[in-house]
T-cell receptor, first 111, second 113 residues
């Protein structure tokens, strides 16, 4: 089955700096790569996603890049703000529709 | 739409008791997923359904766990008998397409004493 590895497990950044989270996967047939944000005590919510025919996608301060050859994709958050503090999960959908999540990254933005 | 609705929100039970968690997906969503979240193991996929049919239950921990989807608007996850290691937050989620946004319920926090 699909194996999704996510790094780092925790990330502390100064407000205004950038944060980068990286995920690798094993199934070359995977074709959909979403990122979810989970605030403390809340449900995970989609923040951005990318499909296998696209290399990069941006939405305001967040962006995702995909390298299909190397089987990794990354989340970039620029100009971080305190409200960006949360746990971020990458996920991978294989060709059968099975969505597997990475272990999560705890992001702490300090003022 | 009210979103994915789960019940109960919190359940505290004693070891050996049966636990039933319920989920109502968003109307029109053909896929329904059950995830378990713990600090140690993160978000684990337990089982998912497509058009009410279980597609992959390889994540179900053991025979004590079972899930059903009798119709498009209702699913249950049952644990019998429950054990302390089953304590976790159980999320139900639904989506219209597997390459689209997954909508999570608020979760059911289970504590087994």
């Amino acid at each position: 089955g699909e194996n999704v590895e996510q790094h780092p497990s925790t990330l502390s950044v100064q407000e205004g700096d950038s944060a980068v989270i990286k995920c690798t996967y094993s199934d070359s047939a995977s074709n959909y790569f979403p990122w979810y944000k989970q605030e403390l005590g809340k449900r995970p919510q989609l923040i951005i996603d990318i499909r296998s025919n696209v290399g990069e996608k941006k939405d305001q301060r967040i962006a995702v890049t995909l390298n299909k050859t190397a089987k990794h994709f990354s989340l970039h958050i620029t100009e971080t703000q305190p409200e960006d503090s949360a746990v971020y999960f990458c996920a991978v959908t294989d060709s059968w529709g099975k969505l597997q999540f990475g272990a999560g990254t705890q992001v702490v933005v300090t003022p | 739409d009210a979103g994915v609705i789960q019940s109960p929100r919190h359940e505290v039970t004693e070891m050996g008791q049966e636990v039933t968690l319920r989920c109502k997906p968003i109307s029109g969503h053909d896929y329904l997923f059950w995830y378990r979240q713990t600090m140690m193991r993160g978000l684990e996929l337990l089982i998912y359904f497509n058009n009410n049919v279980p597609i992959d239950d390889s994540g179900m921990p053991e025979d004590r766990f079972s899930a059903k989807m009798p119709n498009a608007s209702f699913s249950t996850l049952k644990i019998q008998p429950s054990e302390p290691r089953d304590s976790a937050v159980y999320f139900c989620a639904s989506t219209q397409t597997v390459t689209g946004e997954l909508f999570f319920g608020e979760g059911s926090r289970l504590t087994v004493l």
